[in-house]
């Protein structure tokens, strides 16, 4: 049966995210066409948005080139979510993890100064609804993911900055990634949900320090898990 875009798409994204074919390996149109039952427009497509990730590269009479890895765009959700999905699993959950803990703080600092009152109170109601879920053992459940998905999205908004704010796809990403991979413990690491309050009041507060404090605690607590998890 012939192959629709986002099955070639998906599982060539996914084989050269996971290594195999390698940065430098080179390959034809032709050769995807044959190997996947799919129609040259297909094919091009799918090739297409591997170029814009720049995961790969097309020359006239060379082929499609495999990029190194430094080069591809590393914060496009589907990267992410190949990666996420293969051998470099691990690396990619530090790396984004080392993302958090390097600008979340400061948005929690920015957020305590800019935030709308409507943002404050919201930070609140989630750290609340977050603490209440997790001291019931609900951490790995699909309502504190997705109240953890916008407690943290409302933190990068209110901090005002749009290069933070442009954060929010990648963070939901790993937090969406670690729990799809069951990673996310019922009962979230001590201090966890009291770190989320914590930053939650002191920006409600517009304490700027005490902000950026806890939200580092918080950070750097769950750093730690995921660089344990991969020992």
Not at 110 to 123: G, I
């Amino acid at each position: 049966m012939a192959r629709v875009h986002g099955d070639v798409l998906d599982d060539l994204g996914r084989r050269i995210a996971s290594g195999d074919p390698r940065p430098g390996s080179v390959f034809t149109l032709a050769q995807i066409e044959s190997e996947y039952g799919a129609s040259r427009t297909v094919v091009r497509e799918a090739v297409r948005v591997l170029e814009s990730i720049r995961m790969v590269a097309s020359r006239r009479r060379v082929g499609i080139t495999v990029q190194p890895r430094e080069r591809w765009d590393a914060f496009d959700p589907q990267l992410i979510r190949w990666s996420l999905d293969g051998p470099f699993r691990q690396q990619q959950l530090e790396a984004l993890m080392e993302l958090r803990v390097s600008v979340e703080p400061m948005a929690a600092r920015l957020a305590a100064a800019r935030a709308t009152a409507a943002q404050r109170a919201e930070l609140l109601r989630l750290a609340e609804r977050l603490q209440e879920l997790g001291a019931r053992g609900r951490g790995d459940s699909p309502d504190y993911l997705q109240t953890d998905l916008d407690f943290h999205g409302t933190l990068l908004e209110a901090s005002g900055n749009p290069l933070l704010t442009a954060l929010v796809t990648p963070v939901h990403d790993v937090l969406a990634g670690r729990a799809h991979l069951g990673l996310t413990p019922g009962t979230p690491a001590p201090g966890t949900l009291e770190q989320h309050v914590r930053t939650a009041q002191a920006i409600a507060a517009a304490d700027a320090d005490a902000a950026e404090r806890h939200s580092r605690s918080h950070m750097r607590t769950v750093w730690q898990e995921i660089a344990d998890h991969g020992t």
